[in-house]
């Protein structure tokens, strides 16, 4: 059974960089997208982006100029940099994946919690 | 970019039946729907893709249709487990993005 196994720092300071990577197991790299998304407290699903096996990316364009999604394909793990954080980055962020076909969301990692604060 | 509109709020006793909407332009609501149940302190979980298409292991009691910019999605027989958020989704080819709905919290009575 797909699993996605995330993992990266939790507490970061303003103006600091969020750096998170998803490890990816028992299922192909190649065949599918890797995307991210995030929760804010008590609030809404926020897409990031995605990107696919060989680092073809696209990115939430309010989000656009601070993101940055990239892969390791042998080692089966994608990763998501967001440069700048302030207190409104506060939010669970999770890792997925995404079928090419009809693009939806079948596989989620649990989720981490990151924290802005100064 | 805003995402889809849903309701923020529906509630239904255990047995009746549930629409949730999704409403949103005619780029956002085409074949590419999609929608996502989530428990509290869990992370969301597919239940409908392609408008009306069942991953496996979910209930036939969920089932999704579109009319026109609204995408649906109907819940039969409520059950207490039933009580969650739940998530349109849609992803537009012109512009490669995926936008959720707001979200719409569903109690059972």
Same mark, same amino acid.
């Given at each position: ?7 990266? %720092? ?11 990577? !998803? ?7 190649? &065949? ?19 990107? &696919? ?6 990115? &939430?364009? *309010? ?27 506060? #939010?669970?962020?999770? !890792? %997925? ?22 | ?9 529906? @509630? ?9 909407? !999704? ?10 729907? *999609? ?6 302190? $869990? ?9 009306? $298409? ?14 026109? &910019?609204?995408? *649906?999605?109907?819940? *039969?027989?409520?059950? %207490? $487990?039933? $009580? #969650?958020?739940?998530? !349109? ?6 512009? @490669?993005?995926?936008?959720?709905? #707001? ?7």
């Amino acid at each position: 059974q797909v699993q996605l196994q995330q993992w990266g %720092a939790g507490l970061l300071k303003p103006s600091e960089t969020l750096s998170l990577t !998803c490890g990816v197991y028992e299922t192909s790299f190649n &065949n599918y997208y890797w995307g991210w998304i995030r929760q804010p407290p008590g609030k809404g699903l926020q897409w990031i982006g995605k990107v &696919n096996h060989v680092g073809g990316t696209d990115y &939430n364009p *309010s989000l656009k100029s601070r993101v940055t999604m990239s892969v390791a394909a042998s080692k089966k793990q994608f990763s998501l940099r967001l440069t700048s954080v302030t207190a409104a980055d506060t #939010a669970v962020y999770f !890792c %997925a994946r995404l079928f090419y076909d009809y693009y939806y969301m079948d596989a989620w990692g649990k989720g981490t919690t990151v924290t802005v604060s100064s | 970019q805003s995402g889809p509109t849903q309701p923020a709020s529906v @509630s239904g006793s255990p047995g009746q039946s549930i629409t949730i909407s !999704c409403t949103g332009s005619s780029s956002d609501i085409g074949t590419y729907v *999609s929608w996502y149940q989530q428990h509290p302190g $869990e992370p969301p979980q597919v239940i409908l893709y392609g408008v009306t $298409e069942r991953p496996s292991g979910v209930s036939n009691r969920f089932s999704g249709s579109k009319s026109g &910019n609204t995408a *649906s999605l109907t819940i *039969s027989g409520l059950q %207490a $487990e039933d $009580e #969650a958020d739940y998530y !349109c989704c849609s992803y537009g080819h012109k512009d @490669s993005l995926v936008v959720f709905g #707001a979200g719409t919290k569903l109690t059972v009575l």
